[in-house]
Structure formats: structure tokens, C-alpha cells
């Protein structure tokens, strides 16, 4: 370790490895299967310290190369172990201006903690985990420090408020730019909102880190749908906008197209969630929209991502008796979250591996009574390198249910893309960019997160929308393309 | 927040906002609608555009009370305020000049038929309009589908108006007639839709349907509307509202409409229930309508 680097911690690399990775409090699982109450609790400050103690300080931290923001991992964690929580949250915004949801729903195994030098001994750095206590201690204090850059005169458009258009808008205005963003919706976030449900995500925590933009200077207007509303020409040639990221999101779920799919009672994941989480449904009468009543009900939920997992998790909190996933492979290819699979199966949902629906089953008055299903092996890699799931023959039964919630993946949003000429597209229908810089096939238009790569996480799109700053700092400073 | 610049009943139950709204205004064409929401605590729902000015920034929505938004929605006046307006959504309709067009509205579908009646009009066909309501009340827009009609049929269900019976009456007698139609467009209640389809299926004439499934986001997230084409799953926000009629899955749409119904009617039960006491506690006060909206919530 170099002297300008000298380490606070008292103690010595071989006794950090001795101290326990330190345990997140949580909502007893019996209890918060009935509400949707955040289920991680948080660290307290001592739990915070104890567990930065354990960071190894590396040289060359390979943490901060695998985080697709490049947080400085290393350098917060030293200032947790001396108590500057208020720094450390400094050091994570200057790479990321979402630590509190990043801290929440990054998945760290396959990122920073996965990398984790402990982790070739013990568990590695709870690094999520301590990013979400300085964020949120930073809130608890109401210390922000707003920066406020020299302005630059320049104008940029967001479109669309999820965890890219976010970042996005949050690197422009620290580096002078005026940004606004343009958000279908009523409520600004994205899939922050929509998708991703309050006892994984408080959408107070959302609604505190867009606050934060706002003080920043970000300016918001909801209820725009770009390409309907207003489209990309006009905003640059009409409303004076020298920039525009898209960044519109996952599009129109994906269904198996089987027998049956359009039963009453089979829900796409991306509605299910909508009515939960934006719609509030699961508060009706006093909120209007309504939902399928889940009381005492078998409910399934096809697929295995994080989608999935949230949607079968609210269905439990729902009151459904009996709470399925049901995923065509085994759990080493399951792509949700490791600690949201840990948590599902402490709140009681019953993972059907290996299996798929081949049809849904009607009452004769078109409602949903069960699936038929299938059970599966796995074959050889397929073109994900996945082991391609084979179904077994012989192996069919009958899974009585009355709500499936489909969670399989989602297809392109054409919007965007057919009301702005000159913007290509690849064969999916997704918006082709420069996985550097994010640049499109038209001047001035940038794009990333699910509107180019298709669904991912929440960490990659912001990523991408970080990238997209700075290349569109570039260009706005130095207008070549 | 959007501004109600003047509320008028064109019927019972059936109530014209003009709403100013300045960048749907510019870009509202015929076949596409708004969807909003009311209050914070509202459903967000899909509404016709009947007509827009872009000069003055206004669009003009025509609601008809069936369930709880829209019966709230319908209480609203003049500079009261809507919460949310996002639009315009949908895919535009197809106007060209097709030669003859028989442009069909059942009921408030009329508000919908009307600008897509005027668009062809325009671009150089022959329009035939047949409107259709239950009895004379209920029909709406007479003088505005005339005037961008070369004949227009109106039929009412008990004959109260004009001539009794229903708009497929009207379609099969000028199809008997031998008059030569080479596109119908037919907005209305899902049934008349379907009849109109099966009508003309048989003769081969291309027909168009604006489609009205259950809706939440409206701008291609949730695939809420998803509606039956030709045995497979499309959506009506982005892929639709118009189809091709003969394709159309009628039943399945009927069905997916009817998945709510439970709910929508304990939503509606309790409204009333809210809106007499609330009357009986303060029949003297008067309560603006936004204060009975937020009064009402609790």
C-alpha cells in the first residue's frame, strides 16, 4: 500500500478475515409475508463499522472494476471505518447518483462482492449492504451537498425516468447542463416505480433520490409519451434540445403463446406488478384499481428472474395460499438475485424446478383453473450457454391455480423507434448504440439501458446512462460526432 | 394538472370536455386517445378523442358514465382540473382515399367514428355514416357527422328517433342496395363491432375496429390490453386500437372486460353510498366538485 493511501484500519489483513461478514437485520420471514414492508431492516452504524473492517484494502481492487459504474469501493469503505459516513456517501455519488437503490437491488454476487478478494476464504465485503447505509444515513441526516456546476447553455432531453434516464440526467446537470426528462407515466422512475415492489424498494427512497435531482437543478415532466407526444425531431429541432438520451426501458411482456394465455386470471408480470406497485391495487377500495382478489388462492408465477420473483413474493403478501414459481431450468441458472431466492423460499414460496406450463386450463366461462405442466432436463448449452431445458416425456400433471403470472421477458417498446427516422434498429427491434460511447445512427440521439441491450438489471442500465454523460459531454463541448 | 375550459352533456350521461392539453392538441389524429386519471388515488383510464384545436391547445374528450372514474369524471365542470392526460396513444387510423367508406358509431362510439369520418372525408372518399343509439337522447354529434358525411342513417334501438333497429339494419340495406362500400369502420359497443364484422365478412369488405380492452399504462409496458388477432396476442396501445375486424377475437375481449367486474361494481357501490351521505351531511354547503372528489376518498 502506498503512503498517500495509508490505511485507518487498526487492524492487520489476516485478522479482518477473522471478523464475520455482519448479518443484515430483517423482518422476521413469517411476518413480512403478510406485509409489504421493506424486508432488509439496514445496518446500524456499528454494524456499518464492524463490517468495513473487514475490507482488504487491495492494491488493485478488482471490486471497482467489475461495479458498471466503477464506484471507488475501496476509498468509501475507508471512510465508514472512520466514521465519516457523510464522506463515504460523497465518494459513492461521485460515480453513481442512485446509492440507495443500487445498494438495494444491484446484484453484488455477480458484481463487486463476487470479485471480492475475502471471498476466495470467507464471504466477501457486504458491499451493498454498506453502500446502503451510508446512502441512506446521508438521507436520515438531510445533509445532502448539492453540487452546482458553472452552467454550459446547453440542453439536453431524458426520455424516459428509469435508473438510466436517471443517471443520466443526474452526470449532465453536475457537469453544467440543463437536463429535462420526459416520462410516460404519472409517477417519475421507471421500473424504480412500476416494477419493482416497496418491501424490495421503498418508493419513498425513490421519491427522496429524484427529490434530490430536482434540488440539483433536473427538471421533470410526467404524462409525456416521446414519439407520440412529442417526438425526438421536434424536440431537437423545435424545443432547442442539442441532446436527447432514450432511454424508454424494458417494452411489451412476453407471452408463451400456449394454449390458454388468455384466461382470466393470467397476468403478464409487467401488469401484475403495475397494478401492485404504481396502481396501488393492493390498497383497493381506497386506491381504484382493481386486482384479482388472491385470498386463499394458488398463484404461480412463470419464469425465474428478478420479474418473477418480485411478482409471486407480492402475490404471498397478497394472501395467496399457495405461491409457485415455476422455472423451465434448475437453480444454478436461475437469474434472479441470490438474495432474493434466499428470501422467497424463507417466506414459504414453493420453487417448482425443471418445470414448464404447456397449457392453461379453463372453467368453460373463460377463467383460469390450472396449468399443465411439464417437467424438464437439462440438455446441452444452448445459445445463452445455458443448459437448454428438454421435457421429459411421460412427465406431465395438472397444477391447480387460479391466478399464472407470466414472467418470461419482454420484447422491444416500438414507440421511439417508429417515429424517429434514421434510427436503427437491430433485428429484435432494439435501438442500435455504441456499447462505448451509446451513440445511435442519428446526430445527437443517444441511447441505453432495456431500450438497447433488452431486459437487464437496474446496475447495467445505469452504466450504460453513465457512459451516455459522458459521451454527451463530449459531444455537447465539443460538437464532433 | 389539466384544465376542464368547458363541460357540456351532448346526453344524458354522456358529457364533452374541452381540456387544455397543448401538446396532445398538436399532435392528436384520428383513432387515437388519452388516457387519465382524476385524483391520486384514480385508476388511469382510456378516453375518446372527438376533435382537437391545436391553435387554442385543446383536445376535446367525450365520456360516458358506466363505472366510477367516469361517473366522477362526468361531475367535473368547467375549471376544474384533471390530474393526469397522456396522449395521444394508439396508432393513428389508415385515411386514404379508399373510394367509398361506410363509417359506423354505436352509442359514445360516435365521439371516436367522428374525427375518422371527417379524415376521410377529407382525403376524398364518399362517407356513409350510420349512427346508432338506444333512443333518441342518446344519440350524439348528429349535426357534426353530417357535415362531413355524404348521407348519414340513424337508427335508434326503440325507434324513438329516426329509425328503429340497429346499425347492421342500416349496413345490410346498403349492401342489398348494391351500393359499393370498400371500407367500414365500425367504433361502438363490442357487440355491434362484431356484428358489423360478421356482416361483412361475408361480402368481403374490409372493416376496421377501434378496440377498447382494459388498460392500465397505455403506452406499450404492461400488455393489459392484450386482444386476440388471428389467434395471436396483440395490444391495443401500440398495436391497435384499430384492426382488422375479421380478425378480431370479440369473444375473447368480452371476456378479458368482464374480469373486473366484481370490483368495478363494489367501486361504484361505495361511491354512491359516499355521495348520499354526503349530500344528506351537507346538503347546504356547496362544496366545490374537486373538495367532493378529495371528500369522498375518505
Redesign the interface.
Known amino acids: 500500500m502506498s503512503p498517500a493511501t495509508k490505511s485507518n484500519n487498526p487492524l492487520l489483513p489476516k485478522e479482518r478475515i477473522k471478523v464475520p461478514r455482519q448479518l443484515m437485520p430483517e423482518q422476521p420471514a413469517q411476518e413480512r409475508a403478510h406485509n409489504f414492508e421493506e424486508v432488509n431492516l439496514g445496518y446500524s452504524s456499528e454494524l456499518a463499522q464492524q463490517e468495513a473492517l473487514r475490507c482488504l484494502e487491495c492494491a488493485k481492487p478488482t471490486c471497482t472494476d467489475y461495479c458498471p459504474v466503477g464506484i471507488d469501493v475501496k476509498a468509501f469503505v475507508q471512510k465508514i471505518v472512520i466514521g465519516d459516513f457523510l464522506g463515504a456517501a460523497a465518494k459513492i455519488r461521485e460515480a453513481n447518483v442512485l446509492p440507495a437503490i443500487t445498494g438495494r437491488v444491484c446484484p453484488q454476487e455477480d458484481q463487486c462482492e463476487g470479485k471480492c478478494l475475502l471471498s476466495k476464504k470467507v464471504k466477501p465485503l457486504g458491499i451493498g449492504y454498506l453502500e446502503r447505509f451510508v446512502a441512506d444515513y446521508e438521507q436520515r441526516m438531510g445533509t445532502h451537498i448539492v453540487p452546482h456546476a458553472t452552467p454550459t447553455g446547453k440542453k439536453v432531453a431524458v426520455v424516459g425516468s428509469g435508473p438510466s434516464g436517471l443517471t443520466v440526467a443526474g452526470d449532465l446537470i453536475q457537469k453544467g447542463h440543463q437536463v429535462r426528462v420526459f416520462e410516460?407515466?404519472?409517477e417519475i422512475g421507471g421500473v424504480l416505480v412500476?416494477g419493482i415492489p416497496e418491501f424490495r424498494l421503498p418508493k419513498q427512497i425513490v421519491r427522496e433520490q429524484i427529490d434530490y435531482m430536482r434540488q440539483m437543478g433536473v427538471e421533470f415532466e410526467?404524462?409525456?409519451?416521446v414519439g407520440?407526444?412529442?417526438t425526438i425531431d421536434e424536440l431537437l429541432e423545435e424545443e432547442g434540445y442539442d441532446a436527447v438520451y432514450i432511454g424508454t426501458?424494458?417494452?411489451?411482456?412476453q407471452?408463451m403463446?400456449i394454449r390458454g394465455?388468455?384466461l382470466?386470471g393470467v397476468?403478464?408480470a409487467?401488469?401484475f406488478l403495475?397494478?401492485i406497485n404504481?396502481?396501488?391495487a393492493y390498497?383497493?377500495?381506497?386506491?381504484?384499481?382493481?386486482?384479482?382478489d388472491l385470498h386463499g388462492k394458488h398463484v404461480a408465477v412463470i419464469g425465474g428472474g428478478n420479474t418473477a420473483l418480485d411478482a409471486i413474493r407480492s402475490a404471498l403478501r397478497l394472501g395467496a395460499e399457495k405461491a409457485y414459481v415455476i422455472y423451465r431450468r434448475s437453480d444454478a441458472e436461475m437469474p434472479a438475485r441470490a438474495e432474493e431466492v434466499h428470501h422467497a423460499r424463507q417466506e414459504g414460496i414453493d420453487f417448482q424446478m425443471l418445470t414448464a406450463p404447456v397449457e392453461f386450463l379453463s372453467d368453460g366461462k373463460?377463467w383460469l383453473t390450472g396449468a399443465r405442466c411439464v417437467r424438464m432436463e437439462l440438455g446441452e448449452p444452448d445459445a445463452s450457454g445455458r443448459r437448454r431445458p428438454v421435457p421429459k416425456e411421460g412427465s406431465e400433471f395438472e397444477l391447480p391455480l387460479s391466478v399464472a403470472v407470466i414472467a418470461i421477458g419482454t420484447s422491444a417498446?416500438?414507440?421511439v423507434q417508429s417515429t424517429t427516422p434514421g434510427l436503427d434498429t437491430n433485428k429484435r427491434g432494439y435501438i442500435q448504440a455504441s456499447e462505448e460511447t451509446q451513440r445511435t445512427t442519428r446526430k445527437g440521439v443517444f441511447a441505453g439501458g432495456d431500450i438497447v441491450t433488452g431486459a437487464a438489471t437496474v446496475i447495467l442500465a445505469m452504466g450504460a446512462g453513465r457512459r451516455a454523460a459522458n459521451s454527451i459531454h463530449e459531444y455537447l463541448t465539443t460538437a464532433a460526432w | 394538472m389539466f384544465k376542464i375550459v368547458h363541460a357540456q352533456f351532448l346526453a344524458p350521461g354522456i358529457k364533452r370536455f374541452v381540456i387544455e392539453a397543448p401538446?396532445?392538441a398538436r399532435?392528436q389524429k384520428p383513432g387515437q386517445f388519452v388516457i387519465l386519471?382524476i385524483y391520486e388515488?384514480?385508476?388511469?383510464i382510456p378516453v375518446t378523442i372527438e376533435n382537437s384545436d391545436p391553435e387554442k391547445g385543446t383536445i376535446n374528450i367525450v365520456v360516458q358514465a358506466a363505472g366510477?372514474?367516469t361517473t366522477l369524471l362526468n361531475s367535473l365542470e368547467t375549471g376544474d382540473l384533471i390530474?393526469?392526460?397522456?396522449?395521444?396513444?394508439g396508432k393513428p387510423s389508415e385515411i386514404k382515399n379508399y373510394g367509398t367508406a361506410v363509417v359506423v358509431g354505436g352509442g359514445v362510439g360516435t365521439a371516436m367514428a367522428y374525427p375518422t369520418a371527417a379524415a376521410l372525408k377529407r382525403a376524398g372518399n364518399r362517407v356513409l355514416s350510420i349512427v346508432g343509439a338506444r333512443n333518441k337522447e342518446l344519440v350524439i354529434l348528429e349535426s357534426e357527422m353530417r357535415a362531413v358525411s355524404d348521407a348519414l342513417l340513424i337508427t335508434t334501438d326503440d325507434g324513438s328517433y329516426a329509425d328503429k333497429g340497429f346499425v347492421t339494419d342500416k349496413l345490410r340495406q346498403l349492401i342489398q342496395n348494391g351500393t359499393r362500400i370498400d371500407l367500414v369502420v365500425a367504433v361502438g359497443p363490442i357487440v355491434m363491432m362484431k356484428a358489423v364484422s360478421e356482416l361483412t365478412r361475408k361480402e368481403n369488405i374490409h372493416t376496421v375496429v377501434s378496440l377498447n380492452p382494459i388498460m392500465?399504462?397505455g403506452?406499450?409496458?404492461?400488455?393489459?390490453c392484450?386482444v386476440?388477432i388471428d389467434g395471436?396476442?396483440e395490444?391495443a396501445c401500440?398495436d391497435g386500437p384499430e384492426f382488422d375486424g375479421h380478425k378480431v377475437?370479440f369473444d375473447?375481449l368480452v371476456?378479458?372486460n368482464?374480469?373486473?367486474r366484481t370490483?368495478?361494481q363494489?367501486?361504484m357501490e361505495?361511491y354512491k353510498h359516499s355521495r348520499e351521505s354526503e349530500h344528506a351531511c351537507v346538503a347546504t354547503s356547496s362544496s366545490t366538485t374537486s373538495s367532493s372528489l378529495r371528500g369522498e376518498?375518505r
Open positions: 410516460a407515466l404519472h412500476y410526467t404524462d409525456v409519451v407520440r407526444t412529442v426501458g424494458a417494452g411489451l411482456p407471452f403463446n394465455e388468455h382470466n397476468y403478464s409487467n401488469e403495475t397494478r404504481l396502481m396501488k390498497k383497493f377500495p381506497v386506491y381504484d384499481e382493481p386486482m384479482l373463460g417498446n416500438p414507440i | 401538446r396532445i399532435k386519471r388515488e384514480g385508476e388511469r366510477k372514474t390530474l393526469d392526460v397522456v396522449g395521444p396513444l392500465i399504462d403506452t406499450g409496458m404492461c400488455g393489459g392484450r386476440m395471436k396476442s395490444f401500440v377475437n375473447v371476456q378479458r368482464a374480469m373486473y370490483a368495478e363494489q367501486s361505495e376518498k
